[in-house]
Every structure is written in structure tokens, then in C-alpha cells.
């Protein structure tokens, strides 16, 4: 979950009584409020978030995940052992979501770590929810197995 966080673009939360979704860069995760995680997960992109409210903190619990993620900008890899621990809460007067992450993988590391990323701007309550094209960079760059762009064999117009 890391690695999601480092994104570009601006990210939308919207909240219900029974979950949170995320919307950032064309992707969107699910976190679960207030249950249990599932008996039997089925290993995914993003794993299978669980969330609850530590006062004004919004503590996110994943597992579940697939091995076929980075955790960071530097591909760094792991393994379907991976667990992830966030914090995320509003700091610097609603300016600023910060969002703390501990990483736990005895598969890929000999110990837990963790980390800070804040995310400057992108706090506002009146924010809409907007498209965004992706189609112009749609690269498989780390050979992940995105579809291609399609391409016409010749000019429609």
C-alpha cells in the first residue's frame, strides 16, 4: 500500500458507514469499516483493507495481497506474506493528509519497517471528482502485463 500513496495527482475519499473508497491516479481501493478480515482472501492488486477510527486517525489493516507489487517508487518487490499497518489522518489545519505506513514481510524482509508520506493540497471538502485521461500514458513500463493503447492502422479522419 505504500506505493499507492505515491501516485501523482490528487486523491478523493469518499466515506459511508460501511466503507471508504480511494480514488487516486485512475485507481480506487476499498476499506472496509469496522469488520473482521475475511476467512478465506483471495490474493489481490491491493490486498484486503480493514479500517477503523482511532479518534481523529484513520487506522488501515492489509493483507491478502498479491506478489506482483512494488511497495515503493524503486520496485522494490515483496512477497503474499506482505502486511501493511497505515495511519492516515488531516494535519496541518486540513491542508495535508498524512498517512504513516508499517511494513511487515518475513517473506521479503528481516524485519518491519515503516514510513511517512504527506500529501500537501489534497485535503478539501468542495473537491469534485473529475476524469482524468490516462490513455496518453498507458506504457507497460515495468512489464506488469497492462493492455496496450490501441492504435488505428491509419488516420480516421
Not at 109 to 126: H, L
Request: charged content about 20%.
Amino acid at each position: 500500500m505504500p506505493a499507492f500513496h505515491l501516485n501523482p495527482g490528487p486523491m478523493h475519499i469518499i466515506q459511508t458507514d460501511r466503507e471508504i473508497v480511494l480514488f487516486l491516479a485512475g485507481r480506487e481501493r476499498h476499506i472496509w469499516l469496522n469488520v473482521p478480515h475475511s476467512a478465506n482472501i483471495k490474493p489481490s492488486w491491493y490486498g484486503e483493507s480493514i479500517g477503523h477510527y482511532e479518534g481523529d486517525t484513520l487506522v488501515v489493516d492489509t493483507i491478502g495481497f498479491n506478489d506482483r507489487t512494488f511497495v515503493d517508487s524503486y520496485r522494490t518487490p515483496h512477497t503474499d506474506k506482505l502486511h501493511v499497518v497505515e495511519r492516515l489522518r488531516v494535519i496541518d489545519n486540513g491542508n495535508t493528509l498524512e498517512v504513516a505506513f508499517t511494513v511487515d514481510d518475513p517473506g521479503a524482509f528481516y524485519q518491519s519497517w515503516s514510513g511517512t508520506r504527506n500529501a500537501i493540497g489534497v485535503v478539501n471538502a468542495n473537491n469534485r471528482l473529475n476524469e482524468a485521461a490516462c490513455a496518453e500514458a498507458n506504457d507497460d513500463y515495468f512489464g506488469i502485463g497492462l493492455e496496450p493503447v490501441p492504435v488505428a492502422e491509419k488516420p480516421e479522419f
